[in-house]
């Protein structure tokens, strides 16, 4: 095994009970040595994503035993390699790399990643600050139009859609040919989006919110919806979407139970589905999934680009937390780990 820079100990965020930001504390610890098929990465960058804010209270799929290290993806630097070809070839390398599986999250100055799934190398035109956003979000807004085209649908309606990830539906669906009819929350995200060339943008408190969905459904013929936020705004889209629609779950924003009127799902056929990228992935074939991350890294730039509000360094995490959750579709608030 081949090391580059490596000291003794590193600085990791962790997560001591699934009780929210106040339980994070800044901890030195030993660097991990990678095994077989590993890499141990010098992390740069990290992202603050509503996963990881779901993953601070125990909201999130993958709940392991704290304390733990959060941080949903990141980027940065193999600096060392274990014993295995693959391990070898990214040696040196700039990569994205996930925050869950082995290594566990990526709050930390350094992590060991398995080389199966567990880095991506980045484009040398890509900035690492860009390259830390690269995976969760430009994915997912792939994934959402591949589904989309692949069930022959020409419009989509989408949830809580001035979030970064929103803003990349948009723009990738403009350029696909695709309407997306964007339902928001805030007449600041309306006249965000429209702003950005999106021509639907609906308020869902706004009185008639109902009327008015249903009727441009109905006119687009919008028959798949992907919904962020869950609760009774789920059975809101199902109500206002034509017979044989589905309404597909990918977050829970609204930390409500997923609602679904029994007379829709029976006698108008209408579905209630569910998306996680990480097992969504991992029913693609590889080369597939290659030529969905070429394809997204390409497009990071333009379509897939997301904007950075503020960087923080790892020992400012509570406050960055805090900065993102009172303004969570102004930019990005990344975290930096040295």
């Given at each position: 095994?081949?090391?580059?820079?490596?000291?003794?100990?590193?600085?990791?965020?962790?997560?001591?009970?699934?009780?929210?930001?106040?339980?994070?504390?800044?901890?030195?610890?030993?660097?991990?040595?990678?095994?077989?098929?590993?890499?141990?990465?010098?992390?740069?960058?990290?992202?603050?994503?509503?996963?990881?804010?779901?993953?601070?209270?125990?909201?999130?799929?993958?709940?392991?035993?704290?304390?733990?290290?959060?941080?949903?993806?990141?980027?940065?630097?193999?600096v060392s390699?274990?014993?295995?070809?693959?391990?070898?070839?990214?040696?040196?390398?700039?990569?994205?790399?996930?925050?869950?599986?082995?290594?566990?999250?990526?709050?930390?100055?350094?992590?060991?990643?398995?080389?199966?799934?567990?880095?991506?190398?980045?484009?040398?035109?890509?900035?690492?600050?860009?390259?830390?956003?690269?995976?969760?979000?430009?994915?997912?807004?792939?994934?959402?139009?591949?589904?989309?085209?692949?069930?022959?649908?020409?419009?989509?309606?989408?949830?809580?859609?001035?979030?970064?990830?929103?803003?990349?539906?948009?723009?990738?669906?403009?350029?696909?040919?695709?309407?997306?009819?964007?339902?928001?929350?805030?007449?600041?995200?309306?006249?965000?989006?429209?702003?950005?060339?999106?021509?639907?943008?609906?308020?869902?408190?706004?009185?008639?919110?109902?009327?008015?969905?249903?009727?441009?459904?109905?006119?687009?013929?919008?028959?798949?919806?992907?919904?962020?936020?869950?609760?009774?705004?789920?059975?809101?889209?199902?109500?206002?979407?034509?017979?044989?629609?589905?309404?597909?779950?990918?977050?829970?924003?609204?930390?409500?139970?997923?609602?679904a009127s029994?007379?829709?799902?029976?006698?108008?056929?209408k579905m209630?589905?569910?998306?996680?990228?990480?097992?969504?992935?991992?029913?693609?074939?590889?080369?597939?999934?290659?030529?969905?991350?070429?394809?997204?890294?390409?497009?990071?730039?333009?379509?897939?680009?997301?904007?950075?509000?503020?960087?923080?360094?790892?020992?400012?995490?509570?406050?960055?937390?805090?900065?993102?959750?009172?303004?969570?579709?102004?930019?990005?608030?990344?975290?930096?780990?040295?």
């Amino acid at each position: 095994m081949r090391k580059k820079r490596i000291p003794d100990t590193m600085t990791v965020a962790v997560l001591n009970s699934y009780s929210g930001a106040d339980a994070l504390s800044i901890e030195q610890r030993p660097i991990p040595t990678p095994a077989k098929n590993e890499v141990l990465v010098k992390v740069a960058f990290s992202p603050i994503n509503p996963s990881d804010l779901a993953t601070l209270t125990g909201y999130y799929g993958l709940k392991n035993p704290t304390p733990i290290v959060p941080g949903g993806e990141g980027s940065g630097e193999v600096v060392s390699a274990g014993p295995g070809a693959m391990a070898r070839y990214f040696l040196g390398k700039r990569v994205a790399c996930t925050g869950w599986g082995k290594g566990g999250g990526v709050w930390s100055e350094y992590v060991v990643k398995s080389v199966k799934g567990g880095v991506l190398p980045l484009n040398k035109s890509l900035s690492l600050e860009q390259g830390a956003m690269s995976t969760i979000n430009p994915l997912t807004a792939s994934a959402f139009i591949a589904i989309t085209k692949k069930g022959g649908h020409q419009s989509i309606l989408l949830t809580a859609a001035a979030s970064s990830l929103g803003k990349m539906v948009n723009r990738l669906g403009r350029n696909e040919g695709i309407q997306i009819v964007n339902v928001v929350r805030r007449d600041g995200q309306v006249d965000l989006l429209k702003a950005q060339g999106s021509n639907i943008v609906l308020n869902s408190n706004e009185a008639g919110f109902e009327q008015q969905l249903h009727d441009i459904c109905h006119q687009t013929n919008t028959r798949i919806a992907f919904d962020a936020v869950a609760g009774p705004l789920t059975n809101q889209l199902l109500k206002a979407m034509p017979p044989n629609s589905k309404v597909i779950v990918f977050s829970a924003l609204s930390r409500q139970a997923v609602q679904a009127s029994p007379d829709l799902l029976i006698f108008e056929n209408k579905m209630v589905d569910s998306f996680w990228l990480g097992p969504w992935l991992s029913k693609q074939n590889l080369v597939k999934i290659m030529l969905l991350w070429k394809r997204a890294q390409k497009q990071i730039p333009s379509q897939l680009k997301s904007e950075i509000r503020k960087i923080y360094p790892i020992q400012e995490v509570k406050e960055a937390i805090r900065d993102y959750t009172s303004q969570m579709t102004g930019g990005k608030i990344l975290l930096r780990m040295s």
